[in-house]
């Protein structure tokens, strides 16, 4: 696969680490873990561990009930961007050494794409909700599904 769009793949899961933290490495996890996605000889090799499945997909699970419940801080406050700027240089980095491209880059892009979908993601959703009139669940599980949608489209084989 070429650079670019390795970069474009991986910004694209940063998007998805900005909407939901753990959906990103969740799937990069699951994809390693079946053999879709190449970590095998890098310092990402871990993430295909049964170990990394069981961990990323737990909490990822729990983060998208604790995403419902009203006292849940926004994503844009530090704890919450910051989580998703490292999760999203992971997967960025997880996307670009499976195609034996820099890690480094790799995060770097992950954490632009974790910037663009926390602050845009937020704007949406906060825009919908407030347009809409509706109460917040009936936007937030409709970007769960889009996100879990996002991740896996990007993580399954070309």
């Known amino acids: ?8 793949i991986a910004v694209g899961i940063g998007i998805v680490a900005g909407l939901r933290a753990l959906t990103a490495p969740a799937a990069l996890s699951w994809a390693a873990h079946l053999g879709w ?5 890098t310092v990402l090799a871990f993430m295909g561990s049964t170990i990394a499945v069981a961990i990323f997909t737990i909490a990822a699970l729990v983060e ?6 009203p006292k849940t801080p926004a994503r ?5 961007l910051i989580a998703r700027l490292v999760t999203g240089g992971l997967s960025g980095a997880c996307i670009c050494a499976s195609g034996g491209q820099s890690l480094l880059v790799g ?3 992950g954490a632009v794409g974790a910037l663009i979908g926390t602050y845009g ?8 909700v407030n347009s809409l009139n509706v109460k917040d669940i009936f936007v937030a599980i409709p970007e ?3 996100a879990i ?3 896996y489209w990007l993580a399954s084989p070309r």
Request: glycine share 8%; proline share 2%.
């Open 121 to 128: 993601g937020y704007q949406v959703r906060t825009r919908l």
């Open 76 to 80: 844009t406050v530090p704890q919450q």
């Open 64 to 69: 998208y009930v604790t995403d419902q419940r």
């Open 37 to 41: 996605l190449n970590l095998q000889g």
């Open 144 to 146: 769960d599904l889009v």
């Open 107 to 109: 995060a770097v892009a």
């Open 1 to 8: 696969m070429s650079t670019n769009y390795l970069l474009l």
């Open 149 to 151: 949608g996002l991740a």
